[in-house]
């Protein structure tokens, strides 16, 4: 008989110890890795700059069809990505600095690794080994982009709390990441200076891979940090988890570069990417319920329940709850109603949020908690005036 997991109730229980955030933000002047971070970012932007402006000068047309393309794509995908958070909404600011690891700091830190390793697998498995690629690139690029998970995690301010939080994160490094890539290998492959090279390689490497690429890799390999920092289960467990979490993206980006139905791009991409998305989106599952229960557990021992009780709690598990709380209100107290409660369950999740990230007492569960009251009080006001309109007319 297995033992079952204890649920977590707050960032008290942390498997690792954790500082209190000393800033809103990842930007923590005091933190060393903020500063390694930002070097290393910077030095990817100077590697990654020469490619860019030689793309500009030799083929300005289909550069700048390419740079439009994709960053309109890592717009789109970053919007999906805050439609797929359960509770919470990240700070920009901490997701731009994400998304700059992904798209200059493991590209620049991958430009002098990635020719090593390939020497490396090729003396291994003979240097016009088809496979070699599939093996060299995974084992370089995953661990370098999982780095910025890491950094994360260690900036108290970033407040990576949860293996959803990992996962987030590790998108949003992953789609950095792929951007980048798609962008010079687009300017790359359109040297002919057609645009239909460039939409091409936009249709294969965004709208039929870009499901099942590195934003899809590196999430995955975020999860199992994001679990090693913050479950209250063993060393073995969280160690396994994270090494676990890192292998599979390696294993995954490794079937998806294979030389399999290398003849047909298109089949080929949709036939392995299929796998990929299905063990990403069991992934999700996971880290979106272990993260249900945490907020479960904040309702019932740690936030009173005048603010969030575990009843209060029922209605804001999913966004299916949190729409059918919201409907039911407009049916019972009009339009203003409902309105009123969408702000009071905004308010509640930051509350919940707060108390998973800082613990219970600290300053922004104090804000939150004046917010909850002031509007709760509003949605009762609401209530009230609808029913004595109501009253009125029935008179």
Same mark, same amino acid.
Request: overall charge positive; proline content about 5%; charged content about 15%.
């Given at each position: 008989?297995?033992?079952?997991?204890?649920?977590?109730?707050?960032?008290?229980?942390?498997?690792?110890?954790?500082?209190?955030?000393?800033?809103?933000?990842?930007?923590?002047?005091?933190?060393?890795?903020?500063?390694?971070?930002?070097?290393?970012?910077?030095?990817?932007?100077?590697?990654?700059?020469?490619?860019?402006?030689? $793309? /500009?000068?030799?083929? +300005?047309?289909?550069? @700048?069809?390419? &740079?439009?393309?994709? !960053?309109? *794509? %890592?717009? #789109?995908?970053?919007?999906?990505?805050?439609?797929?958070?359960?509770?919470?909404?990240?700070?920009?600011?901490?997701?731009?600095?994400?998304?700059?690891?992904?798209?200059?700091?493991?590209?620049?830190?991958?430009?002098?690794?990635?020719?090593?390793?390939?020497?490396?697998?090729?003396?291994?498995?003979?240097?016009?080994?088809?496979?070699?690629?599939?093996?060299?690139?995974?084992?370089?690029?995953?661990?370098?982009?999982?780095?910025?998970?890491? $950094? /994360?995690?260690?900036? +108290?301010?970033?407040? @990576?709390?949860? &293996?959803?939080?990992? !996962?987030? *994160? %590790?998108? #949003?490094?992953?789609?950095?990441?792929?951007?980048?890539?798609?962008?010079?290998?687009?300017?790359?492959?359109?040297?002919?200076?057609?645009?239909?090279?460039?939409?091409?390689?936009?249709?294969?490497?965004?709208?039929?891979?870009?499901?099942?690429?590195?934003?899809?890799?590196?999430?995955?390999?975020?999860?199992?940090?994001?679990?090693?920092?913050?479950?209250?289960?063993?060393?073995?467990?969280?160690?396994?988890?994270?090494?676990?979490?890192?292998? /599979?993206?390696?294993?995954?980006?490794?079937?998806?570069?294979?030389?399999?139905?290398?003849?047909?791009?298109?089949?080929?991409?949709?036939?392995?990417?299929?796998?990929?998305?299905?063990?990403?989106?069991?992934?999700?599952?996971?880290?979106?319920?272990?993260?249900?229960?945490?907020?479960?557990?904040?309702?019932?021992?740690?936030?009173?329940?005048?603010?969030?009780?575990?009843?209060?709690?029922?209605?804001?598990?999913?966004?299916?709850?949190?729409?059918?709380?919201?409907?039911?209100?407009?049916?019972?107290?009009?339009?203003?109603?409902?309105?009123?409660?969408?702000? /009071?369950?905004?308010?509640?999740?930051?509350?919940?949020?707060?108390?998973?990230?800082?613990?219970?007492?600290?300053?922004?569960?104090?804000?939150?908690?004046?917010?909850?009251?002031?509007?709760?009080?509003?949605?009762?006001?609401?209530?009230?005036?609808?029913?004595?309109?109501?009253?009125?007319?029935?008179?």
């Amino acid at each position: 008989m297995t033992t079952r997991e204890p649920q977590p109730y707050t960032v008290s229980i942390a498997a690792l110890p954790r500082l209190i955030p000393r800033t809103a933000t990842f930007m923590d002047a005091r933190s060393w890795v903020f500063w390694v971070g930002m070097a290393l970012t910077l030095f990817g932007l100077v590697r990654w700059t020469p490619f860019v402006a030689r $793309a /500009l000068r030799d083929h +300005p047309e289909t550069a @700048v069809l390419a &740079a439009i393309l994709w !960053l309109l *794509y %890592g717009l #789109v995908f970053i919007v999906i990505l805050y439609q797929l958070e359960m509770f919470e909404r990240r700070s920009p600011v901490t997701v731009l600095g994400a998304l700059l690891w992904g798209a200059l700091a493991a590209p620049g830190l991958g430009a002098i690794a990635a020719p090593a390793m390939h020497d490396v697998v090729a003396s291994a498995l003979g240097a016009d080994n088809p496979w070699v690629s599939s093996f060299a690139a995974p084992l370089v690029e995953e661990p370098l982009k999982l780095l910025g998970v890491l $950094a /994360l995690a260690l900036i +108290p301010g970033a407040r @990576v709390r949860s &293996a959803a939080d990992g !996962l987030f *994160y %590790g998108a #949003v490094v992953g789609l950095g990441f792929q951007v980048s890539e798609s962008f010079l290998y687009t300017a790359a492959f359109s040297a002919d200076g057609t645009t239909d090279t460039v939409w091409a390689m936009f249709t294969l490497r965004g709208l039929i891979g870009g499901l099942w690429s590195h934003a899809t890799f590196t999430a995955i390999a975020g999860a199992g940090l994001g679990y090693f920092f913050n479950a209250g289960t063993s060393q073995l467990s969280r160690v396994a988890a994270l090494a676990g979490g890192l292998g /599979l993206a390696m294993t995954l980006h490794g079937f998806f570069d294979s030389p399999l139905l290398s003849g047909a791009a298109v089949l080929s991409s949709i036939v392995k990417g299929i796998p990929v998305l299905a063990l990403f989106l069991v992934v999700l599952r996971w880290a979106h319920l272990r993260e249900r229960r945490t907020f479960a557990g904040l309702a019932a021992h740690i936030v009173p329940d005048d603010l969030v009780s575990p009843g209060d709690f029922t209605t804001l598990a999913t966004r299916r709850a949190r729409r059918r709380a919201r409907h039911w209100a407009r049916k019972r107290g009009g339009r203003a109603t409902a309105r009123a409660l969408r702000r /009071l369950q905004a308010a509640q999740l930051s509350l919940l949020t707060a108390a998973h990230e800082d613990g219970w007492g600290s300053p922004r569960t104090v804000e939150y908690s004046r917010d909850v009251r002031i509007l709760g009080a509003t949605v009762d006001r609401r209530q009230a005036d609808w029913d004595a309109r109501l009253a009125r007319l029935s008179d």
